[in-house]
C-alpha cells in the first residue's frame, strides 16, 4: 500500500510540473520580434499561435515541483527541485540550448541531496560545457564488505520486520556507515569527426566517512525503536585493519580527466536508435597522509540502441568496465563510477538503482568491476495536454554486474588480522563474515525487474522501476522499488 501511495504522489507532481510548465515565459527570436509597428505584433501573435500548434517547444520553459520520490535503498524522498529548459526559436527541439537544475531534498533514511547543475552545448560555440555542484550527506549509507560474494550477507542481522534477536537480529544499521560527498565538476566536450567528440574535466571529491552516528538516529525515537550502541561491519573492518587508518574517515581528492567519445544517438533522452560509446581516463590525486592513493582509473562503456518498430519499441543495452590501471584507491572511492557527463544525482557501482536495479546498493565493492544492462522499451500511448507533448512506456529490463579487480583478502591474514586486534572475536563465526571460495569473487550478481515511464516533452521523464535479484545474498527477502527522474542510460 505504501508503494502504491508514493507513485500515486509521484504522478500528481509530476502533472503538477506541467501546469507550471504552462505558465512559461516565451521570448521571441529575433526574427519574431515587433520591431516596426503595433499592427506586426498582430501578425506575430498569429505566427506564434502557428507555431505552437505544430507541437514544438520554444523560449523558456520552466517548473518547479516537490521533489518526490521512493528508492528501497534511500527511502521516501521529499524536498524541491526546478528544471529550466531554453530552447530558442525551436530549431533544435527536443535538443535545449540551456538546462538549469536545482535540487534540495532528503529522505526518511537520512540521504540528502543538494544540487546545482548547468548544461548546453551553445554557450561556448561547438562546446558543450556541464557545471555540477553537489552535496550529498548520508547517515546511512550501505556496506557489505570487499568482492560481492566473497562477503556474506546475513538479512537476519539487519531485517528487524522479519526477525528477532534470537533469530538473530543486530542493527538495522550493521551494514551501514556515515558518508558525505561534496563534488564539484567542470566538464567539455568537443568535436573531432562525425560522430566523435574529445572529452574533458577537471572536478574535486571530498568524502567524510565514519561510523553511523547511533545518537544522531536515536534523536526524538521510543526506547523500544533506538537503535543498539554496537560495533556495525564498517566498524570491524577498521578494527581488523582491512579498512586502512588513513582512509577510514574520507579525504579530499582533485581529479582530471580526458577522453573520447562516438555518438551517434537520435536524441539524448531514450534514444530510439545510434550508439554511444566512451573510454576514458581519470587521475585522482591524495596529499599528505593519503598519498598512497594517488591512482589512475579506465573507464569504458558501449551503449547501443537498436530500433525494432519505428519510434514505439525499441532494444537498449549497455556494457562497461572501471578498472583501476595504476596506484591505489580507497575503499569509499571504489564504490563511485566515474563519469563524463553527469546526468544523474550519483554514479555508484555496484549494486542500487544506478547500476544493478534490485540488488543492495554498493554490494560490489572492489577494485574493478564490469556491468551490464538490457531492455526492451515501448511507448504504448502518447497524447498532449494542452501544449505539453507525453508518452507512456514501460521497460522489461535485465541488470548484471561482477567483480574484475578483487581486494586480497587471503583466509591465513585475515585471521591473523582479527586474532592480532580482536582476540574476543569467534573465529567458528568466521563463514558468516567471508567466503574464501575463489569462485564466490568472480559469480556474476544478476537481477531483473520491469520499469514504467512517463514523459513530457522528451526530456523530463518520470521513471518507475521494480526489480528482483537473482540470488538471496544479493537482498532478495524483498523486492526492490524505485522512483527517479530519466531512464538509467
Not at 161 to 166: L, R
Not at 461 to 481: E, M, R, Y
Request: net charge positive; aromatic share 18%; with cysteine.
Amino acid at each position: 500500500m505504501k508503494k502504491i501511495i508514493v507513485f500515486s504522489l509521484c504522478f500528481v507532481f509530476f502533472f503538477t510540473y506541467s501546469s507550471y510548465a504552462e505558465n512559461m515565459i516565451t521570448i521571441p527570436s529575433d526574427k519574431d520580434y515587433p520591431y516596426d509597428t503595433e499592427k506586426d505584433s498582430t501578425k506575430t501573435k498569429k505566427k506564434k499561435k502557428e507555431k505552437d500548434a505544430d507541437g514544438i517547444r520554444r523560449g523558456w520553459t520552466f517548473g518547479a515541483l516537490p521533489s518526490i520520490s521512493y528508492d528501497a535503498d534511500l527511502g521516501f524522498q521529499y524536498g524541491a527541485l526546478t528544471n529550466i529548459y531554453y530552447f530558442g526559436d525551436g530549431s533544435t527541439y527536443p535538443e535545449y540550448l540551456h538546462s538549469f537544475y536545482a535540487e534540495a531534498s532528503y529522505t526518511t533514511k537520512r540521504y540528502g541531496i543538494f544540487r546545482l547543475f548547468y548544461d548546453s552545448k551553445y554557450l561556448i560555440p561547438n562546446h558543450r560545457l556541464s557545471i555540477d555542484l553537489s552535496y550529498l550527506p548520508d547517515a546511512m549509507c550501505d556496506f557489505y564488505g570487499f568482492n560481492g560474494y566473497q562477503s556474506v550477507f546475513n538479512d537476519n542481522w539487519r531485517n528487524s520486520k522479519k526477525y528477532t534477536e534470537e533469530e538473530g537480529y543486530k542493527s538495522r544499521a550493521f551494514y551501514k556507515f556515515k558518508r558525505d560527498i561534496f563534488r564539484f565538476s567542470a566538464d567539455m566536450q568537443g568535436k573531432l569527426g562525425e560522430g566523435f567528440y574529445w572529452n574533458g574535466g577537471i572536478g574535486v571529491l571530498g568524502y567524510m566517512v565514519g561510523p553511523v552516528n547511533i545518537d544522531f538516529l536515536n534523536r526524538g525515537k521510543k526506547e523500544e525503536k533506538k537503535l543498539p550502541e554496537m560495533d556495525g561491519l564498517y566498524d570491524k573492518y577498521v578494527l581488523w585493519g582491512l579498512i586502512q587508518e588513513n582512509e577510514k574517515n574520507g579525504g579530499w581528492h582533485p581529479y582530471i580527466y580526458g577522453g573520447i567519445t562516438y555518438d551517434s544517438r537520435d536524441k539524448q533522452q531514450n534514444p530510439s536508435k545510434g550508439i554511444f560509446t566512451d573510454v576514458f581516463l581519470t587521475y585522482t590525486a591524495a596529499f599528505g597522509e593519503q598519498k598512497e592513493f594517488n591512482n589512475l582509473k579506465l573507464n569504458a562503456t558501449f551503449r547501443h540502441y537498436v530500433p525494432i518498430y519505428k519510434d514505439y519499441i525499441s532494444f537498449a543495452y549497455r556494457v562497461g568496465v572501471q578498472l583501476t590501471t595504476s596506484g591505489k584507491s580507497p575503499f569509499y572511492l571504489n564504490s563511485y563510477m566515474n563519469q563524463m557527463y553527469m546526468q544523474r544525482v550519483l554514479y555508484e557501482g555496484l549494486g542500487g538503482g544506478n547500476s544493478l536495479r534490485g540488488v543492495l546498493r554498493n554490494r560490489i565493492l572492489s577494485n574493478g568491476f564490469g556491468f551490464a544492462n538490457a531492455e526492451f522499451r515501448f511507448k504504448v500511448a502518447k497524447f498532449k495536454i494542452k501544449k505539453e507533448n507525453f508518452y507512456i512506456g514501460f521497460n522489461p529490463f535485465v541488470d548484471l554486474g561482477m567483480v574484475l579487480q578483487p581486494y586480497e583478502l587471503n583466509q591465513n591474514n585475515v585471521i591473523s588480522a582479527i586474532q592480532a586486534t580482536d582476540p574476543d572475536f569467534d573465529l567458528n563465526t568466521l563463514n558468516d563474515y567471508f567466503n574464501f571460495d575463489k569462485k564466490a569473487i568472480y559469480k556474476p550478481h544478476i537481477s531483473a525487474g520491469v520499469g514504467l515511464k512517463i514523459a513530457m516533452n522528451e526530456n523530463f521523464i518520470l521513471s518507475v522501476d521494480w526489480a528482483l535479484p537473482f540470488d538471496t545474498q544479493d537482498g532478495a527477502s524483498k523486492s526492490n522499488f524505485y522512483v527517479k527522474i530519466g531512464y538509467m542510460f
